[in-house]
């Protein structure tokens, strides 16, 4: 995605990719400034580790604790995360607007705090509820996120009685869990598929495979449903526009990525 963009931009830049051990990610930003990067993303397990070892934390970071993007500003690493923004702009872009008053969000993991933090800053938004496997998770992330952000967040379990209730009067479901994710395509995270209907809204942050079963549920029931491609593609571009100053060239990017998706 990021090499399209610089090709096309004709730009001497490449985007490559390392292994880093969990324990290592200090060193490994450290060496950045060494080699003279201008920055990097940080993926899965990392996000956590990155956040407590940048020097400056953006907003964002702060509130999800988790850093996917490092961008080297006069010597220091200045910590994003461009999930929040991926996640807003795939909604908008989904048409997915205004955001109803009640929202369902499945999964309490590193994604879903992200997906949390950007619905609960949303205008409009009054209610979400957090699902999750361990129920946990999800009483600790509404709890935080609550306080964040001022809005209601309620936590239950991923069960299909929890659902049944949450969904009542909710406008938009989101899956946050991997659940669907490749190679487990023939899973949804939905205990019972009895809830999606025409007029309610699905974005499954899931991209592999693009097409989710949860997806394909909803759309067979008539709701209106993206998958999480957008999600990968807005929060690269905002990325490329943190480290190069310049417009993304998005579309270029969402085929680099569409590609590189269908050749797995
Ligand atoms: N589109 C995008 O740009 C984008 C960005 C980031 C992530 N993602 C995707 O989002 C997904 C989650 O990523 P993450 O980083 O948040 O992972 P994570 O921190 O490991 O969290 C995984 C979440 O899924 C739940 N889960 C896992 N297996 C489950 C199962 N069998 N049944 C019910 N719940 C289950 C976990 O519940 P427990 O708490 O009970 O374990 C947890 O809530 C991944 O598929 C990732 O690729 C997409």
Do not use: C
Not at 104 to 121: D, N
């Amino acid at each position: 995605m990021h090499n399209a963009a610089f090709g096309v931009l004709g730009m001497d830049w490449i985007y490559v990719a390392f292994d880093v051990l969990p324990g290592e990610v200090r060193k490994a930003l450290e060496g950045i400034k060494a080699l003279g990067m201008r920055g990097i993303n940080v993926t899965v397990p990392h996000k956590g580790e990155a956040f407590t070892s940048v020097d400056v934390l953006t907003p964002e970071a702060e509130a999800t604790e988790a850093v996917n993007t490092v961008v080297v500003e006069d010597g220091r690493l200045v910590g994003y995360n461009t999930d929040v923004y991926g996640f807003r702009r795939a909604l908008m872009e989904a048409g997915f607007r205004p955001l109803p008053d009640k929202v369902v969000l499945l999964g309490a993991g590193g994604a879903a705090r992200a997906v949390a933090y950007a619905i609960g800053t949303s205008e409009g938004v009054e209610e979400v509820v957090v699902l999750n496997r361990t129920e946990e998770r999800a009483e600790r992330l509404a709890e935080e996120m609550g306080m964040r952000t001022g809005r209601k967040f309620l936590p239950g379990p991923l069960s299909e009685d929890a659902l049944v209730e949450a969904m009542d009067g909710a406008g938009l479901l989101v899956n946050a869990t991997s659940v669907g994710m490749h190679p487990d395509v023939d899973s949804s995270p939905l205990p019972s598929a009895e809830v999606l209907r025409p007029g309610l809204w699905v974005y499954d942050i899931v991209y592999v495979p693009p097409r989710t079963k949860l997806v394909r549920q909803a759309e067979g029931r008539g709701a209106k449903a993206v998958g999480g491609t957008d999600m990968l593609v807005y929060q690269g571009a905002r990325a490329f526009r943190l480290w190069t100053g310049l417009e993304p060239p998005v579309e270029v990017m969402r085929r680099a990525l569409l590609e590189a998706l269908g050749a797995r």
